[in-house]
């Protein structure tokens, strides 16, 4: 009894310290990705709803007799109307897919899930630079602010499970934002059903497709062994090159689908190779969320 104990003992602690173990690698290199594109971009300074001032305007009829900011206005000749900075209320939740296909990856390069992971880290880094709160949908609970933020979201989006659970029943803030990142290789009727479940909270989402070169160029040639990502049978082909132009079609059709539903649903679709630079798709993350807000 007692050695078993021991043995599990030890196992949990190896599971445990090669999942402490990702999570600074990918910090330092979603950092890295963020620090090259930050002074591109900018915080989300402007008048909106939130507490910290902003700036006076002139009061207009509209705005009603309470709106005034009658110490403001003692000092001139104009009503004047004290303004908050925006902050954002809509907060933005991230979430990274935790199936088991994410593990795949080509040699020498990331695989689907650290990528996934980088994205999203550095994308929530520079968020937070620019006064955001930010959540790991499902895993992190409410949005906070600030560098606390960063640490809890990212470790999350690091070594979280990444429930599809938390798409389907989304626990999110009414109008908020949202971040997806996986390879979006389900039907695409199920994500059609979760997108909806986003859009009944309100919610606006941007989608990263990350994928494997060899998922879309599919370079096999002779007598290849295919390995599900789960459970099930390995699929052998003789001449795995005889199987390209049919394959290619059906990988294209079911893009095509997704970008259709995404659109549908009032989202953004970016599609991320693995094989080309992580910052291209934090850029085109943060741009899709700026557009979004």
């Known amino acids: 009894m007692a050695k078993a104990a021991s043995n599990q003992y030890a196992r949990l602690r190896r599971d445990a310290e090669r999942a402490a173990s990702r999570f600074p690698a990918l910090l330092a290199e979603a950092e890295q990705v963020a620090a090259t594109i930050a002074h591109g971009v900018h915080g989300r300074r402007r008048s909106g709803s ?148 986003l859009s009944a909270r309100g919610g606006r989402g941007v989608l990263l497709r990350v994928i494997d070169p060899a998922e879309e160029d599919f370079p096999f040639t002779g007598r290849t062994r295919f390995m599900p990502p789960a459970a099930g049978q390995p699929l052998l082909l003789g001449r795995a090159e005889d199987a390209r132009a049919r394959y290619r079609e059906v990988w294209a059709e079911h893009g095509a689908a997704l970008h259709a539903l995404v659109r549908r649903a009032g989202c953004t679709l970016i599609t991320h190779r693995t094989d080309r630079p992580a910052a291209s798709a934090v850029l085109a993350l943060y741009q899709a969320l700026e557009g979004a807000a």
């Open 50 to 197: 939130g507490e910290t001032f902003w700036e006076y305007r002139h009061h207009r009829p509209e705005d009603g007799a309470r709106a005034v900011d009658w110490r403001r206005s003692a000092r001139g000749d104009h009503l004047y109307v004290r303004e908050t900075e925006w902050e954002a209320a809509n907060a933005v939740y991230l979430w990274r897919d935790g199936g088991p296909g994410m593990d795949a990856g080509s040699a020498v390069l990331p695989t689907k899930r650290e990528r996934a992971s980088v994205c999203l880290i550095a994308t929530a880094s520079l968020l937070v630079r620019g006064g955001e709160r930010i959540a790991a949908l499902g895993e992190t609970g409410r949005p906070r602010s600030g560098r606390p933020a960063l640490e809890i979201a990212g470790r999350a989006l690091a070594d979280g499970r990444g429930a599809a659970s938390s798409v389907e029943s989304p626990d999110i803030s009414r109008h908020a934002r949202v971040v997806l990142a996986g390879d979006f290789l389900d039907p695409p009727e199920t994500w059609e059903a979760r997108l909806s479940a």
